[in-house]
């Protein structure tokens, strides 16, 4: 029940974040200077009366404001329009939104079943060759800039062979047998997954690597050990619970940073997610698909930072005294 509270009231709290986040992609879409019927003004077979049909289809006729409030209120109904292609919106977005999750969600598999080990293991390994060869390795994972990466990867790829250039699925992939298909969408995420994973993980080692060594350098873990307690149950059953809490609290960052970060490299490998959609539709300043795909995209990282926090209640029997304490 307290949980259900706690829910209701984050989602009550998100909408005036919504709101804003609408408004202000809103005005700086339709105040840049692209013009969204480019591509059918370039077309000789298109019509003027074409044009001006799709002009009031859009309401460009219309002041700034009264298109906000007219894109609000069919977004609000759940319609979201159609494309300047013609294509309807939410079509869109139930193909590119699931592409995005997968490969967000492998990502962040990859990440905490690698990166949480090796943070423990830096820190129990303080100073030593290892601790310090990881510091390295980290460092330059996070001074990598993913478009850069992902485009040596591609070039690793069209050079080899050894994996699909772009894409989730092969041309035959209806043809393939259930085996065959999941092989074949493993192949097409191995790249793009290996660049996001490169990116992500060195900052999680590094972060679980200070709070372990916080947690190892405090007063009841210097304690159990004094009691006579071996090194493991030192390790697991006192630092790492206690360690492991703030890393929660990174997962819905995490999930954020994954969801923004993933658009250049999607680009980069014409993977069919959500980012790409919108880099592609910013650039034809598509303003139903834009606006759509933007908030689609904030709902998800709204959702993943509610995931934390769920999780950290959950785990942390200290979050849940604070918030009885402040209710009560």
Do not use: C
Request: glycine share 6%; aromatic share 10%.
């Amino acid at each position: 029940m307290e949980l259900l509270k706690f829910i209701t009231k984050r989602i009550l709290q998100v909408i005036p974040l919504l709101i804003i986040v609408s408004l202000i992609s809103f005005f700086i879409i339709r105040l840049s200077p692209v013009d969204p019927l480019a591509e059918l003004r370039l077309n000789p077979s298109i019509s003027q009366e074409t044009l001006d049909k799709e002009i009031k289809r859009l309401n460009l006729d219309k002041p700034i404001y009264i298109q906000y409030f007219s894109w609000a209120k069919s977004f609000i109904k759940g319609d979201l329009g159609y494309t300047s292609a013609g294509e309807k919106v939410s079509v869109k977005l139930k193909e590119r939104i699931p592409n995005t999750l997968l490969l967000t969600l492998v990502v962040i598999f990859m990440t905490w079943a690698v990166g949480i080990p090796l943070g423990i293991l830096a820190a129990v390994k303080k100073e030593s060759v290892l601790d310090r060869t990881l510091t390295v390795l980290a460092s330059i994972g996070m001074a990598i800039p993913s478009f850069f990466f992902a485009i040596l990867m591609l070039i690793f790829a069209v050079k080899t062979g050894w994996f699909p250039a772009g894409g989730l699925t092969s041309y035959d992939f209806n043809e393939l047998s259930f085996l065959e298909k999941i092989t074949d969408i493993a192949k097409h995420l191995f790249l793009p997954s290996i660049v996001l994973f490169t990116i992500s993980l060195s900052g999680l080692q590094r972060q679980m690597r200070a709070n372990m060594l916080e947690v190892l350098d405090s007063d009841y873990v210097k304690f159990a050990r004094a009691k006579g307690l071996s090194e493991g149950k030192v390790l697991f059953k006192h630092a790492l619970r206690n360690a492991i809490n703030p890393m929660i609290t990174l997962l819905g960052f995490e999930f954020a940073g994954l969801l923004s970060g993933a658009a250049l490299t999607e680009y980069v490998f014409q993977y069919p997610g959500l980012g790409r959609l919108i880099l592609e539709a910013v650039l034809k300043s598509d303003i139903n698909l834009v606006m759509a795909s933007l908030m689609m995209g904030t709902i998800m990282l709204i959702l993943g930072n509610l995931i934390a926090d769920i999780l950290l209640m959950i785990t942390d029997p200290r979050v849940r005294a604070a918030k009885d304490g402040v209710k009560g």
